[in-house]
């Protein structure tokens, strides 16, 4: 019955449009937009995320993905021979989403994509974004809806629109069942009573008595696939004694801060990414995305397929890595470090309120290694890449030859900052570059894109 109104309405919807708007013989592209409209839309996330309270890196990567599956759910049907998420991802049923008109019909894909991102923005941090942030997603849509109406039709103006609408309030209603929907009004899931023992994560300074989202590992995965990867090698076994491959982990930690040179200092506070200080380790990355779709020119076809492909990897590192750190609860280096071997020692930026292993940095930057060298290179992961992202935080450009040296920097940084013993970044860099390339292989993504 739903699909015989809809081709009632269909048939209604054709008879009232002009021959230009409907053109079978003119392809009808989303390679054929730019994707300008919609970097500019992840760089007002980043300040939103880094303005509102309550997220901090697993809410931070929730809101970025499901606001990257959003825009390729709502351009995927422009894309020639693209599958929709819909009946990919874990649960997210094809019978629940909204159906595109006939490829015949000349949807303006900027407008449904600004309208769908737009939606999902307001979706996403509805109940803490400021009236400020709140008015910049406004004023955004409004801006490209007013520049994209000029080439449209009203008709198809309302179309594009109604149809942006429905996939954003459709991916939404999925989100909600997500297990982290409104995780940001509790972010640390008070009250919670963190597992005990001479091996366990205790807290690090006197305003965090509680560890970080330690229910986040329950979260829906949008691979289940992923979640083979949220297994790691176990941590080498605690010890105090001093010949033990443990204490020579955390003696490495102890005598790299004492030994960092002013570059490792630079390095560790580069790659840093405190919430509300910056947009976290996922807005960086989704930064370095949106720079690198601007080097190369992308169009918005390659645009939402790299946001939807870095979103789904990074939300999926974060349940995967927080799993691994709940399911061994383990003491933080400097912990260990102050009781058993220096009480003086200083890290040299603040450690974060959750256990050890394995690393939240190294994981998710993983991910985006892999992502960057599917979508960027012939597979060797060979780029000059000039990291702009972190200059409007205060900090310069740092330059790299290839991605897997940019994701081994960024890991590496955790081991400089007295945070992260080498075993957290090492095995963590491990479980995303295998969530990354996953979600590469087990997603029908469209090929060649532009």
Not at 130 to 155: D, H, V, W
Not at 233 to 257: D, G, M, R, T, W
């Amino acid at each position: 019955m739903k699909k015989f109104y809809y081709c009632i309405i269909t048939i209604a919807f054709i008879a009232g449009c002009t021959n230009s708007e409907i053109e079978p013989s003119k392809p009808n592209n989303v390679a054929d937009y730019s994707a300008d409209f919609l970097r500019e839309w992840f760089k007002l996330e980043c300040r939103i995320v880094k303005e509102t309270a309550g997220f901090l890196p697993p809410q931070a990567s929730r809101a970025f993905g499901y606001v990257g599956i959003t825009a390729y759910e709502a351009a995927y049907s422009g894309i020639p021979n693209a599958k929709p998420l819909a009946g990919q991802l874990n649960r997210l049923l094809a019978a629940g989403m909204p159906e595109p008109l006939p490829l015949n019909v000349r949807y303006h894909w900027g407008i449904v994509v600004n309208t769908a991102v737009a939606d999902m923005m307001r979706y996403m941090f509805e109940k803490n974004i400021s009236p400020a942030n709140l008015a910049k997603i406004n004023e955004l849509e409004g801006q490209y809806l007013s520049t994209f109406a000029e080439t449209t039709s009203k008709i198809l103006r309302e179309e594009s629109v109604k149809h942006g609408k429905a996939v954003a309030f459709a991916i939404y209603e999925y989100s909600k069942t997500d297990g982290g929907h409104d995780s940001y009004l509790n972010p640390f899931s008070r009250p919670f009573t963190p597992v005990t023992g001479i091996d366990k994560w205790v807290p690090t300074d006197a305003k965090n008595a509680t560890t970080l989202s330690p229910n986040w590992y329950k979260c829906r995965p949008a691979l289940t696939s992923n979640m083979a990867f949220a297994n790691p090698p176990k941590p080498i076994p605690f010890s105090l004694e001093k010949q033990s491959n443990f204490y020579k982990q955390a003696i490495q930690v102890y005598e790299q801060v004492k030994s960092n040179t002013p570059e490792q200092v630079e390095i560790t506070k580069f790659w840093a990414d405190d919430p509300f200080a910056t947009c976290t380790p996922t807005g960086h990355t989704f930064n370095i995305l949106t720079q690198l779709l601007e080097e190369t020119n992308a169009t918005l076809e390659k645009a939402v397929v790299g946001y939807a492909m870095l979103g789904i990897g990074e939300m999926d590192a974060f349940i995967a890595c927080w799993k691994a750190k709940y399911d061994y609860s383990l003491i933080r280096p400097v912990s260990y470090i102050q009781k058993y071997i220096d009480p003086d020692f200083k890290t040299v930026i603040g450690t974060p309120a959750f256990p050890a292993y394995t690393s939240g940095h190294a994981t998710e930057i993983g991910v985006g290694e892999r992502i960057f060298t599917k979508l960027f290179t012939n597979g060797d992961g060979n780029y000059a890449l000039t990291d702009r992202s972190q200059v409007q935080h205060g900090f310069a450009p740092r330059k790299f030859t290839n991605f897997a040296q940019m994701a081994l920097e960024c890991a590496n940084s955790r081991l400089y900052g007295g945070i992260h013993y080498d075993m957290d970044n090492q095995n963590g860099l491990q479980m995303g570059r295998g969530i990354g390339d996953n979600v590469s292989k087990a997603i029908l993504w469209p090929s060649n894109v532009k």
